[in-house]
């Protein structure tokens, strides 16, 4: 099964378009992103109180099976790692080089 059809990446963003635009090219986002407006439902939904917030939820969408909240760079290594398993292919870093285990937003 190819990696495009068992995973999916799409990044919700609480920022205005003009806010995000920089940070999307600075980060070289590749996946779509949604803008949300206030009152923020999906954040609602999912009790976001930190961002960045990530979340590795099943296709079925039942189940979410690791959530990342705040800047945790071991909790993100490990999504990369199952999403990586999941598509796949080799895990990718998505940090340049040493970066701290936490770093407050």
Known sequence: MAGADVLSVIGIAEDDEADLAPIAQELELTFPIALEPPPYATSTAYEVMTVPTL????????????????????????????????????????????VPSFRPG
């Open 55 to 98: 979340f590795f939820v099943r296709n079925d969408g039942a189940r979410i099976e690791l959530e990342s909240a705040g800047f945790a760079r071991d909790e993100i290594l490990e999504i990369a790692r199952r999403a990586a398993a999941l598509a796949g292919t080799e895990p990718v870093n998505p940090f340049p080089g040493d």
